[in-house]
């Protein structure tokens, strides 16, 4: 079990992260998604106390990271595979982290055998490792004092599909066991196949949680129309939700928070024809994803010119 | 695959003893461990024995006859010394920012004091043994010139004389020790500690020969100064005094504020 809430940190003036509270909860998998400087990764340093948090505050395992007694055995962290001493051999590595937890040293054969790492690879210095193989080993590492819980930033990063693939069965796996899986991704469809809950965060905001399911559901209606002053005013005057989307491609489509038919009903009383008008649902948690942050982008790009989104 | 209709907790997790802490021990043998790992901390540890080897061989060779006694292998042991301890200090703490395996370090223990403190502890321990190995070799060196001079050797240094070369030593790995903490990263840290003591030892004296206000308060404010005096034998009450106040100034004050920083700062 995972909690945030209310988190806040500030760099000076600009918000990384920005009053967000979720909950990750055990025998499923979280997915922490959000396009690149969301604010995940320092939500996850602030997680594991590596951070300090301006405000609010997380809980692993109903504690404060830093008052568990020994946090390998019951966390298992990986921010950055490439965060090791290069000099190191991966078998080092993991021998480090079997003797700092106190682990019989059977574990780190072990672990090296779960992540696919020969004996000729392990003897090799982390400097020579491909971005697969310290992805390998990070998980190792996180893996190796058996954890409850999970908090993996970017683990798909530099693994081959079957690496994927495998990294996929390994934490459904855990998380089938009960343990908790908190694992963030800026690649949707990793995502969209292994989580149960996802957290969407988009300049250090949330933007949307909830199960997968819940959210596909909400995802309401698109409807494309010549007229989206006039469409948006009569759905807004029947007191239906709705905002400009570019889920189509274009500028002239509206997510509307309501059944087809009705959008329908209400679109003919006003007299505008639509060119399009279908539920959104089967349009995939990317079209929701990109919407999600489509608003959040564009404020990115309308205040810095410069920089590309 | 997944019902929607699925109770929150539908698993229930593993019911484990608590864990014990990490026992301090434990973290100083790890810490101990990551000194030799490497390719670069092996040869760093090995070159202790090395240039100690080395100095030995120099003494033999060219020190005149009459050089040939337990002082000048002391001595010109300890130069190297000087150099390579206070590296291998200001790595040790450098290395988990400049090679980012802090990131690893401090979320396996969180406080991060115990594993300044383990670096600590491995840093006066590899202090101590390494002076007795070079003194060992020093003393090895005696007996070989004296052998082949055909004399005695002269043992011309006291328990205490050693001691107190230890205690130097030990305070230049401690300043090296602090200036990585204070730093925090490797080459900056290294750049500063030969600054400190090489360079700045010139820029006092110089100071001292000038300035008659700075030749009066030096004993009390340069740490490189009062340290010089554990180089001669015995110290008195008021160098004593001296190096206690001196080291409170360079090495105390500077480390609670460098440790101050680094429980605060953010590992990236």
């Keep these: ?309 | 695959m997944t019902t929607i209709a699925m109770s929150p907790d539908p698993v229930v997790p593993r019911d484990r003893a608590p864990f014990p802490p990490i026992p301090f021990g434990r973290l100083v043998s790890v810490e101990l461990r990551k000194c030799f790992d490497t390719r670069a901390g092996f040869w760093l540890m090995a070159s202790i024995g090395i240039t100690a080897l080395l100095a030995t061989g120099a003494v033999l060779l060219w020190a005149p006859d009459d050089e040939q006694v337990y002082s000048s292998f002391a001595a010109a042991i300890g130069i190297p010394m000087t150099v390579i301890l206070p590296i291998i200090a200001v790595l040790s703490v450098t290395s988990e920012w400049s090679q980012r395996n802090g990131l690893t370090s401090f979320t396996l223990v969180p406080n991060r004091n115990r594993v300044i403190a383990a670096k600590g502890a491995v840093t006066l321990g590899i202090a101590i043994v390494s002076m007795l190995v070079a003194m060992a070799i020093g003393a090895v060196g005696n007996v070989a010139g004296s052998a082949i001079l055909g004399i005695d050797p002269v043992w011309d240094a006291t328990f205490t004389d050693l001691s107190l070369i230890v205690l130097a030593q030990t305070l230049g790995m401690f300043v090296g020790f602090m200036l990585g903490v204070v730093i925090r990263h490797s080459a900056g840290a290294i750049v500063a500690y030969f600054v400190y003591s090489f360079v700045l030892t010139g820029l006092t004296q110089l100071l001292a020969e000038t300035q008659q206000w700075f030749r009066d308060i030096q004993q009390w404010v340069d740490f490189n100064y009062a340290q010089s005096a554990l180089f001669n034998g015995s110290l008195t009450s008021t160098q004593w005094a001296h190096l206690g106040v001196t080291s409170v100034i360079w090495l105390v004050i500077p480390m609670a504020l460098g440790l101050w920083a680094l429980m605060r700062s953010e590992v990236k």
């Design chain 1, 1 to 309: 079990m995972i909690t945030v809430e209310s988190l806040t940190k500030t760099y000076g003036g600009f918000r990384a992260v920005d009053d967000v509270t979720f909950t990750a909860r055990p025998g499923r998998v979280t997915g922490f998604l959000g396009p690149n400087g969301a604010g995940k990764s320092t939500s996850m340093r602030v997680m594991v106390g590596l951070t300090p948090a301006t405000s609010g505050h997380t809980t692993v395992c109903g504690r404060s990271f830093a008052d568990l007694p020994n946090p390998g055995r019951e966390v298992g962290v990986l921010l950055d595979a490439s965060a090791q001493h290069a000099g190191r051999t991966g078998r080092e590595i993991l021998t480090i982290a079997q003797r700092t937890m106190g682990l019989p040293r059977t574990r780190v054969e072990e672990m090296l055998d779960l992540v696919s790492l020969t004996p000729s690879e392990a003897d090799r210095r982390v400097r020579n490792y491909s971005l697969g193989m310290r992805q390998r080993l990070g998980i190792g590492t996180a893996l190796i004092g058996d954890p409850d819980v999970l908090i993996l930033d970017e683990p798909a990063n530099g693994l081959d599909p079957a690496g994927i693939r495998w990294m996929r069965d390994l934490l459904r796996g855990y998380a089938d066991q009960g343990a908790t899986v908190l694992l963030s991704s800026h690649l949707l469809h990793e995502i969209e196949v292994i989580a149960d809950d996802l957290v969407v965060i988009g300049n250090g905001r949330i933007v949307a949680q909830g199960t997968k399911a819940e959210l596909l559901a909400s995802a309401g209606t698109l409807v494309r129309t010549r007229d989206v002053p006039g469409l948006s005013a009569a759905l807004t005057a029947a007191g239906v939700a709705n905002t400009e989307s570019s889920a189509m491609g274009g500028r002239d489509t509206l997510r509307v928070e309501a059944e087809a038919e009705v959008v329908g009903t209400i679109a003919l009383d006003a007299r505008i024809a639509l060119l399009e008008l279908r539920a959104a649902e089967g349009a995939g948690l990317e079209e929701m994803f990109l919407e999600l942050t489509a608003d959040n982008q564009r404020e990115i790009t309308a205040a810095d010119q410069g920089e590309a989104a």
